[in-house]
């Protein structure tokens, strides 16, 4: 079910109605440290899998973790299978469009340092199935599991339920420049008024699908190789809800308003979130081209 937040403090594009028309639909995940089935959608949890598909490995080059030195002393040797990071059936998420026939959408990644990729640190996989044909089919239940030391363990997610939530969102690195330079003497008066950046209330930096990437530097948005711009599809980071996007189920008891600047409950600290460190309060992000029929995608890393 989907999470109760708080009201924001105020209605940004009601204050600065330049941005009513930057609005963008966003389902944010709330991952919560649990024991998701392969049926069941999920962030780092296992994967409705056919029994017929070897599971993904990557034997590029290069491979390396924090603390090992990196460069070529600190190459793992052979392939290493990747890890699961992301599955969603679309019966929870309703507001994704996925592509004729398919109602599951799996993310997987290499979780080791790549040197030659030159988008970022590890190296993502993305597959679209049928729910039905892949049960019908047969299920392996028979994965690898990760060894000791093979992969970098700040990229490996936890198991975790997800709570699929629609909310609008603005965008906070993606504001033009020029528009940010105009609207900046507002959104400083707001930030006085209010007690916080603009930002903390338009942009949900965590864990979502849809909406603006959870940018922690400058953007950098990918085109297709037939120049399309493509279309932000997930943000994965190990940064938790907070604030105004904090669910109010997971408040500090006893929290009086304001309700969108609570802290989270001591006993919900330690469940939040996918127990990923990507760099310092950095991100993956996965981009779609549905432009072009066979739905290219690729990704982008900052940290």
């Known amino acids: 079910m989907p999470r109760e937040i708080p009201l924001p ?3 940004i594009a009601e204050l600065v109605p330049e941005f009513a028309n ?23 949890g296992p994967l409705l899998w056919p029994a017929d598909e070897p599971w993904p490995y990557c034997a590029q080059p290069g491979h390396w973790a924090f603390g090992t030195g990196g460069g070529s ?19 929870d998420v309703p507001w994704l469009e996925f592509p004729p026939g398919k109602d599951v959408v799996q993310l997987l990644w290499c979780a080791l340092i790549h040197d030659n990729d030159p988008a970022g640190a590890v190296l993502p996989k993305l597959y679209w199935r ?5 049960v019908a089919a047969g299920l392996t239940y028979d994965v690898p599991a990760p060894r000791a030391g093979e992969y ?18 603005y965008p906070g690195y993606d504001l ?10 507002r959104l400083e008066a707001l930030e006085d008024r209010f007690g916080c950046h603009y930002t903390e209330v338009a942009s949900a930096l ?9 940018w922690n530097q400058r953007p950098n948005w990918p085109h297709c190789e037939q120049g399309h711009r493509m279309e932000h599809l997930f943000s994965v980071t190990g940064e938790p809800a907070y604030g105004r996007w904090l669910p109010l189920d997971d408040h500090e008891p006893g929290t009086t308003p304001p309700k969108w600047d609570a802290p989270a409950a001591p006993d919900v600290l330690e469940s ?17 081209c549905r432009q072009c029929p066979d739905l290219p995608y690729t990704h982008r890393y900052d940290c």
């Open 22 to 44: 930057l609005a963008r639909d966003t389902v944010l995940l709330y991952p919560r440290s649990g024991e998701p089935g392969v049926h069941h959608s999920s962030m780092g």
């Open 130 to 134: 049928s729910e039905a044909e892949t």
């Open 73 to 91: 002393g600190a190459s793992k040797p052979g392939a290493v299978p990747l890890v699961p990071v992301i599955q969603l059936f679309a019966r």
């Open 152 to 169: 970098e363990e700040d990229f490996v997610p936890r198991p975790c339920t997800v709570c699929p939530t629609p909310v609008v969102e």
């Open 9 to 11: 403090p105020y209605d």
């Open 206 to 214: 965590q864990n979502k699908v849809g909406g603006y990437p959870a």
């Open 176 to 185: 033009p420049d020029g528009l940010l330079t105009e609207l900046r003497p």
């Open 272 to 288: 939040i979130g996918p127990d990923l460190e990507i760099g310092d309060a950095g991100g993956m992000y996965v981009f779609l």
